[in-house]
């Protein structure tokens, strides 16, 4: 028996990769319900335009419910955070508590 110098055949299945979800970008600067269904939290960018720290609340549930990520806004600075992966999942919908002196922009999907 003779041996082949032929390499082996590999075959890859390509799938094109798409996005799981859309990303939904929602503007804030009051106090209330970003997302009334479940979903990620994929990022936010928010300013603080008062000399005092404010703080950002989200929450999983509406007002009361469970606090899912809690920010601290600089006196007159700003803050930029982009999450990666699968995001910061809330089950019910999003609320946010916004002092009056930020405002920014959540992204949700």
Known sequence: MGVSNLA???IINYKELNMATNIKASFVSATGTVDSSSGRIR???FVNNSTA???LILRDGGASG???LK???NSGGSSDQYIEDAGIRYETNLHITVPTSAAGTIFTG
Do not use: A, H, M
């Open 8 to 10: 082996p055949v590999i």
């Open 43 to 45: 990022g936010y960018s």
């Open 53 to 55: 720290i404010k703080e």
């Open 66 to 68: 469970d606090t899912i």
């Open 71 to 73: 920010v601290q806004l």
